[in-house]
C-alpha cells in the first residue's frame, strides 16, 4: 500500500515524509548561574554537595550537542539578551522544583473559569512562566489577567518618563507607575470574536487575531496596540509566537498560514498547500519547523527556512483543532472533531499512538515539561492524562520506524491514567508550569 488513509482531498503518499527534519534542539547557550544565598549558607554537610550538584547539571546540559539539531546559523533568530537569560535561569531553577510525573504520579490541576462571561469566551492564552492570562471575546475585546501576586501596571507618563535617571540600574521598574496597578486590563481595538491570544517569550508584548482578517500587536507596558498586520483576506483563526521571540505565524480561513516578523508589516513567508481551512498552528520548540492542523483533516509540518512542506500527515476522520510538540521536538500530538489524539514521530512522519476518551472535540493539548504525559481537554468537560511514555519506551529500542509493525505501535494498551471532569465547563486552555502544576481555562456554561 504506497498511501495512509484519512485525508480529505486524496490520500498522503508515502514518500511525501521523505525529507530529513531537524527536530533536534540546539545547544543551550553558556549561562553562567549565580548561586542563591539561601544555598550557600545551608546547615549541614550534605548542602554543598547538592548545590555542585546542581551546579554541574547545568554545565552538562550546556555542553551536549544533539546530532538532529540544525545549526545555529541556519535562520537567523534574535540574540539572547541579559532579560533573557536572566530568565532561563529563572525557569531552570523553577525546574529543579519539578514534581516528575508518570503512571504512579499524576499531576494537580488548578482551574481558572470565567464566569458571567455573557460576551462568551472564543480563545484563551497562557504565557510561558504561567504568570499571564489572556482572554478573547466574542464582543472583540481582549482581556489579561495576573495570575501572580504582582499586579498589572502601565508605563508612566512622558513627561514623568523624562524626569528620570536613564543610567539607573533598576530604571525598567522606575519606568512603571505603581498607581495604575490592577488585576486586569481590557484591549480594544477588533472589529470581531477574537479567536487566538498570544504571549510573547519576555512578555512584554501579546498577538492576538480574530474574525476580521488582522493580527494585533499590543504593549504589555502600555496595554495599547502597536501594529495590525493586514495580510489575511477572511477569519484569522491562530496566531503564535516563536520561541525565541520577533517571528511569528498566522494561519486562517484563506487556507494559508503566514510567517511575520514583528517589525515587517508584509509576511516574510507563506506555507501554500492545505485544502481547507488552517485551523490551529504551533512553532517548533527549535523555531526552524511550523506543525498546521486544517479542516483538510490533514497535519503538515513546513520549514521555515524555504517554506516547504516537508510532512504530510493523515489519519484524522474530521478536523483538526489543536496541536502540541513534546518538550525534545521529536513528537507531535494532534487532536479535533472526530475526538481521537494522535500522537506522530516527526522523525518519519508516522502515527504512533490513536488515544480515544473524549466524547466531543477537543480543544487543547500539553505535554508535561519532561514529556511523559499528555493533557487533553475539550468540550465534553473533561481533563485527560495520557501515558505517552509507553508510547516513546515501546519505539526507543528501534533506530528505523519502518522496520516496526505500524499495528503494534498504536495498540500499546490503555494509555489513559486518568480523567477529571468539570461541573459545566469546556475545557479551551491547558498549561503545564514549570513545576508540572497543570493549568486549565474555560467559560462556565449556564445551563
Not at 552538562?60 to 544533539?66: G, I, L, V
Not at 498607581?179 to 510573547?200: E, M, N, Q
Not at 483543532?321 to 507531535?332: E, I, K, N, V
Not at 499512538?353 to 466524547?359: I, L, Q, R
Request: charged share 25%; proline share 5%; net charge negative.
Amino acid at each position: 500500500v504506497q498511501a495512509t488513509s484519512g485525508a480529505m482531498m486524496g490520500e498522503a503518499r508515502r514518500d511525501a515524509n521523505k525529507v530529513k527534519v531537524l527536530y533536534g534542539l540546539p545547544k543551550e547557550p553558556d549561562i553562567n548561574v549565580p548561586l542563591d544565598d539561601d544555598e550557600e549558607g545551608g546547615e549541614g554537610e550534605d548542602k554543598p554537595k547538592k548545590k555542585k550538584q546542581k551546579k554541574d547539571l547545568l554545565l552538562n546540559k550546556n555542553k551536549k550537542a544533539d546530532p538532529n539539531a540544525p545549526p545555529a546559523s541556519r535562520i537567523p533568530l534574535p540574540e539572547l539578551k541579559d532579560a533573557d537569560k536572566l530568565e532561563k535561569v529563572l525557569s531552570w531553577k523553577e525546574g529543579l522544583k519539578r514534581v516528575p510525573l508518570g503512571r504512579e504520579n499524576l499531576p494537580s490541576i488548578c482551574f481558572y473559569t470565567l464566569t458571567n462571561a455573557y460576551q462568551n469566551v472564543s480563545a484563551v492564552g497562557m504565557s510561558e512562566d504561567s504568570s499571564l492570562i489572556a482572554a478573547g471575546f466574542e464582543d472583540s475585546n481582549v482581556r489579561v489577567w495576573s495570575l501572580s501576586p504582582q499586579r498589572l501596571r502601565t508605563m508612566r507618563a512622558a513627561s514623568e518618563l523624562d524626569q528620570l535617571d536613564k543610567e539607573a540600574e533598576d530604571i525598567v521598574e522606575r519606568m512603571m507607575d505603581d498607581k495604575s496597578a490592577a488585576d486586569s486590563w481590557l484591549l480594544h481595538g477588533h472589529t470581531g470574536p477574537v479567536y487566538a491570544t498570544s504571549f510573547s517569550p519576555d512578555r512584554e508584548q501579546l498577538l492576538t487575531s480574530s474574525e476580521d482578517g488582522t493580527v494585533r500587536l499590543w504593549s504589555l507596558h502600555t496595554y495599547s496596540n502597536l501594529v495590525v498586520y493586514k495580510g489575511h483576506n477572511y477569519p484569522v483563526w491562530d496566531v503564535q509566537f516563536s520561541p525565541t521571540g520577533y517571528y511569528f505565524v498566522s494561519a486562517g480561513h484563506d487556507r494559508v498560514a503566514r510567517l511575520w516578523g514583528t517589525d515587517q508589516f508584509q509576511p516574510i513567508r507563506m506555507f501554500v498547500g492545505h485544502y481547507s481551512d488552517v485551523t490551529c498552528i504551533q512553532y517548533h520548540p527549535n523555531s526552524n519547523y511550523i506543525a498546521t492542523g486544517s479542516s483538510d483533516r490533514t497535519v503538515r509540518l513546513w520549514d521555515v527556512l524555504n517554506g516547504n512542506c516537508v510532512r504530510v500527515m493523515t489519519g484524522h476522520k474530521a478536523a483538526v483543532h489543536t496541536l502540541a510538540w513534546s518538550p525534545d521536538g521529536r513528537f507531535l500530538a494532534s487532536a479535533g472533531v472526530d475526538k481521537n489524539v494522535l500522537l506522530w514521530d516527526i522523525a518519519y512522519g508516522r502515527l504512533l499512538a490513536e488515544m480515544k476518551g473524549h466524547t466531543d472535540t477537543v480543544y487543547s493539548l500539553c505535554f508535561s515539561r519532561e514529556g511523559t504525559v499528555l493533557a487533553s481537554g475539550g468540550i465534553d468537560n473533561c481533563v485527560k492524562i495520557w501515558d505517552v511514555q509507553k508510547v516513546f519506551e515501546e519505539i526507543a529500542g528501534s533506530d528505523d520506524l519502518t522496520s516496526l509493525d505500524r499495528a503494534s505501535l498504536v495498540e500499546v494498551g490503555p494509555l489513559l491514567l486518568g480523567s477529571f471532569p468539570t461541573k459545566a465547563t469546556p475545557i479551551l486552555k491547558l498549561h503545564f508550569s514549570h513545576r508540572n502544576l497543570l493549568l486549565g481555562c474555560g467559560r462556565y456554561q449556564h445551563s
